[in-house]
């Protein structure tokens, strides 16, 4: 964080099942899954302050919205640590040549903005959450050479705070983070440590002592910096350098960011691009720190159902081997405001989940819309080809048979959840379709008459059947039978349209032709509203 950038921000936390993962990483059991919370320079840059910090603890607290009907904080969703960025120090009140630090090698807090540091940390345990430090600050730097002592002193002051988490920047003279490690592990306290070293002091396989680790530039919000800063995620991940413990970090993220201390450079992003960028940290394993002012109500009421979209947490959280990387993107280069370098015009990433799940972030980084074509059998690990779906901005779910096309707007993105049908289980038997009847029928007509059907794609039990069916209530089968037959006289006919893609699922339409059988009519038809769980009009 060098002293001259700054903008609004928040950060998020969740937790999935993951593999352990066998590694050098630092040993302290902390970050096994990326970490979650809200950094202050964002939003306060220089002007930070004690109250301002407790302020934003209460924010981070405060069930204000809802998630799945429920009153929910960014702590209930795992956003529970918050962290102090830079100028907590009195700068050039140091001695011996130094500018904060005193004679004895201790750091000297400016008390005007922080009158009571271990008070502001023991304010953020009373709610459940924890507290981060920031030190090698940026804003008025030491650039003498650090002492063995200094290290010592601040390390000692971490702990008599209780701080639990700290940000090593990489701006002043203590940069030797295997000195931090082993002055923060002696304490006998677990420390997460982000490694803010901006891509200069990256892992290796054998040796990785902090938690996670910046891969490069300083962050703006604009779209070309979000897009920019991501690219440097790629080499790492295909490295296995970004894993449980030792997390790749392209910077905080900038939803709901705008006029920060970058200036002109901030200049925010739209609800498109915002949903973009938090998928991208979604999909490539990033720590989530969010830099939003959390109490600003309009602007949370226009990002919560971004950065609550459990979905797209879960994404962020699971570990399966492989942290997130693109598989497919164009060789066509654009320009971006805010990118140092051209960009691809679209990407396609993806990370695997476990049990043969794997999420597929698809990216229109262009000016205009386009439609995009996802293969699945392109999808890396991916084994299946007809496959449930799962949209993961709109939180519905389907099927897809083979491939999908899919619209997006300039700085859009689809984000799926791709993985095979579930084998039925042994008491579950085939449905033999009728003439009118295909897998467009099994997927939409759930119960009916007491028996359950389920598309399973021919995977598993039941005679390797697409569709299989059970009674609900275990009885006589040749009453289960008559009511299969008896369905069979009273469902839409083979003028439904197939809808196996999500979008087609999202249509508000979908209506098919219905053959009237028996008695029925316009009249009985203008009456008949929903039944069988379908709908007649």
């Not at 390390?155 to 701080?163: E, P, V």
């Not at 709901?256 to 979604?282: M, Q, S, Y």
């Not at 609900?472 to 369905?487: F, I, S």
Request: aromatic share 10%.
């Amino acid at each position: 964080t060098p002293g001259t950038r700054g903008a609004m921000c928040v950060r998020l936390v969740s937790i999935l099942p993951f593999l352990l993962w066998q590694s050098s990483a630092i040993d302290n059991g902390l970050g096994l899954t990326p970490p979650m919370g809200w950094r202050s320079w964002n939003l306060f840059g220089e002007h930070v302050s004690q109250d301002l910090m407790t302020s934003i603890m209460d924010g981070m607290v405060a069930r204000k919205r809802i998630v799945d009907g429920i009153p929910m904080s960014l702590c209930d969703l795992g956003y529970c640590d918050v962290g102090l960025d830079d100028n907590w120090q009195a700068c050039g009140k140091g001695a011996n040549g130094y500018q904060y630090h005193g004679s004895d090698g201790a750091s000297i807090i400016n008390l005007n903005r922080f009158r009571d540091m271990s008070g502001m940390v023991a304010h953020a345990h009373r709610f459940g959450l924890t507290a981060g430090w920031y030190l090698n600050n940026c804003i008025c730097s030491e650039g003498k050479k650090a002492t063995k002592t200094m290290y010592e002193q601040d390390a000692n002051m971490l702990n008599i705070f209780r701080f639990d988490a700290v940000k090593l920047d990489g701006c002043g003279m203590q940069k030797d983070l295997d000195l931090w490690e082993r002055l923060f592990n002696a304490s006998g306290r677990k420390i997460m440590i982000e490694n803010c070293h901006w891509g200069k002091t990256l892992p290796t396989k054998s040796w990785c002592p902090w938690n996670f680790y910046r891969t490069g530039d300083d962050i703006r919000a604009s779209y070309g910096s979000v897009v920019y800063n991501a690219k440097d995620v790629k080499e790492l991940a295909e490295q296995g350098l970004s894993r449980p413990g030792c997390w790749a970090y392209p910077d905080m993220l900038q939803v709901g960011c705008k006029g920060g201390p970058g200036g002109d450079l901030d200049v925010g992003l739209n609800l498109l691009e915002a949903r973009t960028h938090f998928g991208i940290w979604c999909i490539v394993s990033s720590p989530l720190t969010l830099s939003l002012d959390v109490n600003d109500d309009r602007v949370m009421d226009q990002v919560w159902p971004i950065i609550s979209n459990k979905g797209a947490i879960a994404i962020n959280q699971a570990w399966a081997g492989h942290s997130g990387s693109p598989f497919k993107e164009s060789t066509d280069l654009l320009s971006l405001p805010g990118a140092r370098v051209q960009l691809p015009a679209w990407q396609y990433f993806y990370k695997p989940l476990g049990s043969g799940r794997v999420a597929v972030l698809i990216l229109n980084h262009g000016p205009s819309p386009r439609r995009f074509h996802l293969d699945m059998k392109e999808v890396p690990l991916l084994p299946c080809v007809q496959c449930v779906m799962r949209n993961v901005w709109q939180q519905v779910d389907g099927s897809v048979d083979g491939s999908l096309d899919v619209e997006l707007l300039s700085h859009d993105s689809a984000f799926l959840v791709l993985a095979p049908f579930e084998t039925p289980p042994p008491q579950w038997t085939c449905h033999a379709y009728e003439e009118w009847q295909g897998d467009w029928w099994c997927k939409q007509v759930g119960t009916v008459n007491d028996i359950e059907y389920k598309f399973f794609g021919g995977d598993g039990t039941c005679d390797d059947c697409r569709c299989c069916k059970r009674p609900v209530a275990q009885g006589d089968q040749a009453q289960a039978a008559a009511a299969t037959d008896l369905y069979q006289n009273s469902v839409i006919g083979a003028d439904l349209p197939v809808l196996t893609t999500q979008a087609d699922l999202a249509q508000p339409g979908g209506w098919g032709c219905w053959r009237y059988v028996a008695e029925q009519n316009d009249e009985w038809c203008k009456q008949a509203g929903v039944r069988n769980g379908l709908e007649f009009g």
